[in-house]
């Protein structure tokens, strides 16, 4: 195999990984947000008490979000030059 065919084999490798890490942080996502609805819908007052990890929580998957998808477009942009 060249090495040229062996990059791009390797960066569609890391791509595919990507894509794997964006949909699990993606559930996990989705996971938090049924998590927020279960304990308001159990609290069942107008000012419910959530955790404050929930919200750090949100905010580091939407980060991890973020450089999933920058990882992903600089794979791609390697991949294209090539």
């Known amino acids: ?6 990059i791009h084999q ?4 890391a791509q595919a990984g990507l894509t794997d890490g964006r949909a699990h942080t993606e559930r996990a996502k989705a996971l938090l947000g049924d998590a927020r609805r279960a304990l308001v819908e ?3 007052k107008a000012d419910p008490w959530l ?6 929580a949100d905010e580091g998957l939407d980060h991890l979000l973020t450089h999933l ?6 794979v ?4 294209s030059r090539l």
């Open 1 to 6: 195999m060249s090495g040229l065919a062996e």
């Open 10 to 13: 390797l960066l569609t490798a």
């Open 76 to 79: 791609s942009g390697y991949q």
């Open 51 to 56: 955790p404050t990890q929930l919200d750090q």
């Open 69 to 74: 998808a920058a990882a992903d477009d600089l």
């Open 42 to 44: 159990a609290q069942a």
